[in-house]
């Protein structure tokens, strides 16, 4: 079970069904067993690779996504959250890079202000600094009561901003229970057993 004002890390391998959850929790595909979604008025969902039509500006883009929503744009938090992100918001999207199509989608994401915020592998193609500055958004985000839920295959990074940690294997999801540091140690001391093995090297742990 989850609540509101928390940020949900999602964990598992390649192909285990993180993305497909999250489509189905936003519901975009079908499903079977029921999702409770308790005062949650609006979700905005962020794919792992998502996509623009290339001659469309990143204004102009996010003008889109909040008349898609009905929203109206509040032009004080874009240029706040815009000098975070240091879009170029004037430019085409073919002129930007896999970072900051990221980014232009978190972006629009945010300024919906969405109850729900779900969140596939936002980590990914952003640089370091990026990185960090979206973990203090997520976190101010849930301060305001959003329910987040991510998927990411950066465990550290789900580690530092995460309230609870969802394992999905073997078409099975189940919280973690043990601290979230001692989780990462674990997956850790997985894998070095692993790769022992498979080389016949004596373990020593």
């Given at each position: ?57 990143g204004r102009e883009f996010i003008d889109f996504c909040l008349s898609a929503k009905r929203c109206n744009l509040d032009e004080r938090q874009l240029r706040r959250l815009n000098e975070l ?39 990914n193609g952003l640089d370091i600094s990026s990185s960090a500055i979206l973990s203090e958004l997520l976190d101010e985000w849930k301060k305001k009561g959003a329910f987040i839920l991510i ?55």
């Amino acid at each position: 079970m989850y609540f509101s004002g928390t940020i949900n890390g999602i964990i598992g391998s390649n192909g285990a069904g993180k993305s497909t959850f999250l489509h189905c929790v936003a519901g975009f595909i079908p499903y079977s067993g029921n999702i409770i979604r308790k005062n949650i008025r609006t979700l905005g969902l962020l794919t792992a690779n998502p996509y623009i039509f290339p001659r469309i500006t990143g204004r102009e883009f996010i003008d889109f996504c909040l008349s898609a929503k009905r929203c109206n744009l509040d032009e004080r938090q874009l240029r706040r959250l815009n000098e975070l992100f240091e879009l170029p918001l004037t430019r085409y999207a073919d002129e930007y890079s896999t970072g900051m199509l990221k980014k232009l989608h978190l972006l629009a994401l945010l300024l919906q202000n969405n109850d729900l915020l779900l969140l596939d592998e936002p980590f990914n193609g952003l640089d370091i600094s990026s990185s960090a500055i979206l973990s203090e958004l997520l976190d101010e985000w849930k301060k305001k009561g959003a329910f987040i839920l991510i998927s990411s295959h950066d465990l550290n990074q789900l580690i530092k901003i995460s309230d609870t940690l969802t394992v999905i294997e073997n078409n099975t999801a189940y919280m973690k229970s043990e601290s979230l540091p001692a989780i990462g140690q674990e997956i850790q001391k997985a894998a070095h057993c692993k790769v022992k093995t498979i080389f016949n090297i004596e373990t020593h742990i």
